[in-house]
């Protein structure tokens, strides 16, 4: 079946820029997700990206996607304590089921 | 409610005996999604609601597991006979298929932990 990769964890300095990769298999998809879960809460989208786009940008957040190599990246400008969290990639092509990876721990140190 | 909305958040049960989780899509939403997540694991897909289409059953993982939905409004997802391999949040998501994108909207999941 298809496959989306993340890193586990990530540890970031407050007001660093941080970034989180993802990539995937499906060559069909058609949108991919950022989602961010903070503990004991469900998932919350932050943002997605049409597979026809290389970048989308809001706000501190900027996502960079490389089709060809299926490579997508989650850049959060100006890290805050209240960006830690685990950062959830997914993906969304011929299936109306996305597929998720792992998730990323975001943790934001002084 | 403007949310999804599941119950109960917590439920703690013993070894061999049956639970009953509930999720509230947000009104108007078509499709309902079932969701497991292990600690320290990703999403694992169980089972997906369109409407009144016949739902898609293929992420189940056993037969002790079902869900039901009517219309459009609310879901269960019962476990039978639980294991303490069940123990999981269960996340259950909408979506109203309106439009590309699809998005899914979760709620805060019920934490299941079987003794």
């Known amino acids: 079946g298809e496959d989306v990769e993340q890193s586990l964890f990530l540890s970031v300095r407050e007001g660093d820029s941080s970034v989180i990769n993802c990539t995937y298999t499906?060559?069909?998809?058609?949108?991919l997700y950022w989602y961010k879960q903070e503990p004991g809460a469900g998932l919350q989208l932050l943002t997605y990206i049409f597979s026809n786009m290389d970048m989308k940008q809001d706000q501190r957040l900027t996502v960079l996607l490389n089709k060809k190599d299926k490579h997508l990246s989650l850049r959060i400008a100006d890290t805050q304590t209240g960006d830690s969290a685990i950062y959830f990639c997914?993906?969304?092509?011929?299936?109306?089921?996305?597929?998720f990876g792992r998730g990323t721990s975001l943790i934001v140190h002084p | 409610g403007a949310g999804v909305s599941q119950s109960p958040s917590n439920k703690v049960t013993e070894k061999g005996k049956d639970v009953e989780l509930r999720c509230d899509p947000i009104s108007g939403h078509t499709a309902l999604y079932w969701y497991r997540q292990r600690l320290g694991q990703g999403l694992e897909f169980l089972i997906y609601f369109q409407g009144n289409s016949a739902p898609d059953k293929s992420g189940l993982p056993s037969d002790r597991f079902s869900a039901e939905r009517t219309g459009e409004s609310v879901s269960t997802l019962t476990i039978q006979r639980t294991q303490q391999e069940d123990s999981a949040v269960y996340l259950c998501a909408s979506s109203s298929q309106a439009g590309g994108t699809d998005t899914q909207y979760f709620g805060p999941g019920t934490r299941l932990t079987v003794l």
């Open positions: 499906d060559s069909s998809s058609t949108y």
């Open positions: 997914a993906e969304k092509g011929g299936s109306y089921i996305p597929t």
